[in-house]
C-alpha cells in the first residue's frame, strides 16, 4: 500500500521519473550484521571442509582443522556478503603450546569496521561452555578488532589482521578451499 501511495505522489509531483521503476538491482543493504552466541550455535551443521595438516608446525596449517561457512557467496561475487560467517576449528594435536583444539571465526560485520585492518570482518574465538561436552553451548570467548593479550593464535605480533591482510585479494579470506573464483559459483 505505501509503495503505491508513495509512487503515487511521486508521480504526481513529477519528481519520481519513470512511476514504473523497481528498486535499482544495485541498491545493496548495507546494514551491518553483528552476530551474537546464538549464531554460531549451529556451525557445525554448515558447509564444511576438512583439511588436513601439512606438519610444517604452523598452528595455522600445520594441523589438521575443519573449516565452516555458513552461506556460500552468490554467484560472480567478488566479495563475502555481510553477514557471512567462517569458524576454523582445528584439532590441536601436536600443538600443545596452542593450548588444544582452538575456534576461530571471522563474521562479515560490515559498516566500515575494522578499517585499519581487514575492513568489515569481525574476528572471534569460540569456547563450549563445557569443554567436555561437545554439545554444550558456544560461547564468545572474545571478539573484535583482534584477540585480547594472551589469545593469540600462533606467534603473530599483527594479530589477526596481519596475516588475513596477505588475503586481501580473496577479501582476507585464506584458505584454498574458500576462493571466491571457485566458491561463489
Ligand atoms: C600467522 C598467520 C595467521 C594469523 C596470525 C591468523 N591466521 Fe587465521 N588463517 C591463517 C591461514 C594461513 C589460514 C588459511 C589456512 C587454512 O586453514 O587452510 C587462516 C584461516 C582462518 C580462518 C578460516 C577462513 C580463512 O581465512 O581461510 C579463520 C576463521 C581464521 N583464520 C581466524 C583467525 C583469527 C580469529 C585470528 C586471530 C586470533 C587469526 N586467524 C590469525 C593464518 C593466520
Excluded at 576438512?50 to 594441523?63: A, C, I, S, Y
Excluded at 567462517?86 to 566500515?112: C, L, S
Aim: one cysteine or more; hydrophobic letters at 30%.
Amino acid at each position: 500500500m505505501r509503495t503505491f501511495f508513495l509512487l503515487g505522489v511521486l508521480a504526481a509531483t513529477g519528481c519520481g521519473g519513470d512511476p514504473d521503476a523497481t528498486t535499482p538491482p544495485d541498491v545493496t543493504d548495507d546494514t551491518p550484521f553483528i552476530a551474537l552466541q546464538r549464531d554460531f550455535q549451529s556451525f557445525s551443521s554448515w558447509e564444511h571442509f576438512h583439511l588436513e595438516g601439512d606438519g610444517n608446525g604452523t598452528p595455522h596449517t600445520g594441523g589438521n582443522r575443519d573449516i565452516y561457512i555458513n552461506k556460500r557467496p552468490p554467484k560472480g561475487a567478488t566479495q563475502f556478503p555481510t553477514g557471512t560467517m567462517i569458524v576454523k576449528r582445528t584439532d590441536g594435536v601436536g600443538d600443545p603450546e596452542n593450548g588444544g583444539p582452538r575456534t576461530f571465526a571471522m563474521v562479515k560485520r560490515g559498516g566500515d569496521y575494522n578499517k585499519a585492518g581487514a575492513l568489515n570482518w569481525e574476528w572471534f574465538e569460540l569456547i563450549q561452555s563445557n569443554p567436555d561436552d561437545a554439545s554444550s553451548p558456544w560461547q564468545i570467548s572474545w571478539r573484535g578488532l583482534g584477540p585480547p593479550v594472551g589469545g593469540q593464535y600462533g606467534s603473530n605480533d599483527g594479530g589477526c589482521n596481519g596475516c588475513h591482510g596477505q588475503g586481501v585479494a580473496n577479501d582476507y579470506v585464506q584458505a584454498s578451499v574458500l576462493q571466491l573464483s571457485t566458491l561463489a559459483r
